[in-house]
């Protein structure tokens, strides 16, 4: 009770400084979780592709679709793909395939369907997730389904639901869902200058197994369409003529690029969308934050004086300082909860479009182990600024300013 | 044979400046019983507040030794010596040094809650300082409400609150009128007498005319 009365002579006729100071820790904050998350989310997809993949892969991309009719182009392209598959090293060609025909509370959703080697290669942010049987159907028929997207949030893992099929219900079961902000491969990209965030991307509609038992559950009606690109996976043991020659039957309706080729050209400057969608929050950070510095000197110079009294009274120095540093630490630890607060209610501000979905965020362990490491450093800047402030001020220089 | 209350031996205190450092006080050697009424004269830069700040713990010195009640003062580290001034020492400073903002009781209790003072006495304490310096009706009052002298008799009762055995004054009447200014020292003279030991910094012949003993300084030495 003492402690907090004697707070009170430092906080008492200081609330637009405190204010001040929690606006602008909470800018700084704000701002660097906005440029972690977009560089996390322009990177994931790059970091993804790095730690799964391998230097068996090839990626295609093709000039254009390969017929003005979407379902002659995907005919087309399954034909295409099943060439390249015979060629000698390839070990599989792993598509994306998807089908339009189809409702969720009557909004109109895709449907993605994976090859299994696809979710083996790139394991994806789950929540909950079960597994797929070998099939990707149930037992009692129903078809599996991993949710992605925030449209899905009142379905729950392992309880049945329901969607509009090619004009019939199907009963689906899901087994897991994405995590916000819900990118999964796409392959939907077509022409050259990819690089891998074309490759995977925010998706949000329901994902299921592409198998036969799949195929024949949704029906003859529905029309499964084939992503444009797709991956070659190659032999472990395949060599540099099976590679040439498989690229070589690639460039016959497009480019490809292998795994390393693809690092480079995603890493190669200027990454120009990537810059220049991080130079707003970075500089706002760093703006941000050198205006936290200065109000935060200036708000403990004003408050030496007050040191000075309670000096003269018996308080000790490094008690002073526990005092100026516990303000500034107590207005950070408020603005990191804010901070906490928005990161959390992300997904939620996003679906009800308090904030918009075109802001590109990922916030997960990585970005907010970033964010972490910017909360201490501007923590130490409060326990900082004043250690400095009452090692250039002592409370007898105070005091004798105050006298002057 | 009883120790002197206050035993300076030797005192050097030097200041950095530029390059080389300045001595603002040249080996001090200063005795004060307990209970005496001391004024310390001097024109201005004679280093009698650098002597009162030593005096008070409020600043190190850098050569010899400086006994208060008994203990020595040189090495403490910030927190004994914080306690050594919130138990022993009282400041009465020109400017009053009060928390503008807050209240007279506030004020006058800030000392007690650096101490060991139970928290539910406090306030009863505080207004018995009060009513020792005739401000008990002020209580309530913020204390850039009060006048000058009002406000240096706040600063008095705080410098008394705690019991302490001596009250450092800094030209406690420089910011007051000469009818006011008598009033403040009839209250330090008041307290003296109850035992308390006064040492008043001042180059104020009338001030000075309230202690029974006057120590000159002129160039960071004693001379008288």
Not at chain 1, 110 to 116: E, G, M, P, Q, R
Not at chain 1, 196 to 224: C, D, Q
Not at chain 1, 250 to 261: A, C, D, P, R
Request: include cysteine.
């Amino acid at each position: 009770m003492k402690r907090f009365k004697i707070l009170s002579v430092f906080l008492k006729n200081s609330a637009l400084s405190l204010i001040l100071l929690f606006l602008l820790m909470s800018a700084a904050l704000l701002f660097t979780t906005q440029f972690v998350g977009l560089y996390r989310y322009q990177t994931y997809a790059l970091d993804l592709f790095i730690q799964n993949g391998n230097d068996r892969m090839v990626i295609f991309s093709p000039s254009g679709l390969m017929d003005g009719d979407l379902a002659v182009a995907s005919q087309k392209q399954e034909a295409f793909s099943q060439e390249v598959e015979s060629l000698s090293g390839v070990q599989e060609v792993v598509s994306i395939y998807h089908i339009n025909d189809s409702f969720y509370n009557n909004s109109a959703f895709s449907i993605y369907l994976y090859d299994k080697t696809l979710l083996d290669l790139f394991p994806l942010r789950y929540s909950g997730f079960q597994g797929f049987t070998s099939t990707g159907i149930t037992e009692d028929g129903k078809l599996q389904v991993i949710l992605s997207g925030d449209y899905f949030d009142g379905e729950t893992v392992g309880e049945p639901m329901e969607m509009r099929v090619g004009g019939k219900n199907i009963e689906m079961l899901p087994v897991g869902k994405i995590k916000f902000p819900y990118i999964t491969p796409r392959f939907s990209i077509s022409g050259n200058g990819s690089t891998i965030p074309n490759y995977f991307s925010r998706n949000e509609l329901p994902i299921a197994l592409m198998t036969p038992e799949t195929k024949k559950l949704l029906g003859e009606n529905v029309t499964i369409y084939t992503n444009p690109s797709f991956l070659v996976y190659l032999e472990e043991d395949y060599t540099q003529q099976e590679l040439e020659a498989v690229k070589e039957k690639l460039s016959e309706y497009g480019t490809s690029n292998t795994y390393q080729e693809l690092i480079d050209k995603t890493n190669e400057p200027p990454v120009t969308n990537m810059e220049n969608a991080l130079l707003l929050p970075l500089a706002f950070s760093v703006v941000a934050t050198i205006a936290f510095l200065s109000v935060s000197i200036l708000s403990i110079y004003k408050k030496l004086d007050q040191s000075a009294i309670l000096y003269l009274c018996g308080c000790s120095k490094r008690r002073s300082y526990l005092y100026l540093s516990g303000i500034l630490a107590g207005v950070g630890l408020l603005a990191a909860a804010l901070t906490a607060g928005y990161i959390t209610l992300l997904p939620v501000l996003q679906h009800h479009e308090i904030i918009s979905k075109n802001m590109l965020l990922l916030v997960d362990e990585k970005s907010l182990l970033l964010v972490g490491i910017y909360l201490l450093f501007l923590l130490l800047i409060s326990f900082g600024v004043p250690w400095l402030m009452m090692r250039k001020y002592s409370p007898l220089e105070s005091y004798r300013r105050m006298e002057r | 044979m009883k120790q002197p209350f206050i035993q300076m031996r030797e005192v050097n205190k030097f200041y950095p400046l530029d390059k080389d450092r300045f001595q603002a006080l040249k080996g001090i050697n200063l005795t004060i019983e307990e209970g005496e009424f001391v004024a310390i004269r001097g024109r201005s830069g004679a280093g009698k507040s650098t002597l009162l700040h030593i005096l008070g713990c409020l600043d190190g010195f850098d050569e010899g030794s400086y006994t208060l009640n008994g203990r020595e003062v040189k090495g403490l580290g910030d927190g004994k010596s914080a306690r050594l001034r919130n138990e022993t020492i009282g400041f009465v400073l020109q400017d009053f040094s009060l928390v503008d903002y807050r209240s007279v009781l506030f004020n006058v209790s800030l000392p007690l809650y650096f101490g060991k003072y139970p928290s539910r006495k406090m306030k009863a304490k505080a207004m018995e300082m009060l009513k020792l310096v005739g401000l008990e009706d002020q209580a309530k009052k913020k204390a850039n409400q009060l006048s000058g002298g009002q406000r240096q008799r706040v600063a008095i009762a705080r410098a008394m609150v705690t019991d302490p055995k001596l009250i450092l004054a800094d030209e406690p009447t420089g910011a007051l009128d000469s009818r006011t200014a008598g009033e403040i020292m009839e209250l330090l003279q008041t307290l003296n007498r109850r035992g308390v030991t006064v040492v008043v910094v001042t180059h104020d012949d009338v001030v000075e005319s309230y202690a029974r003993r006057v120590v000159t300084m002129s160039d960071g030495e004693i001379v008288d």
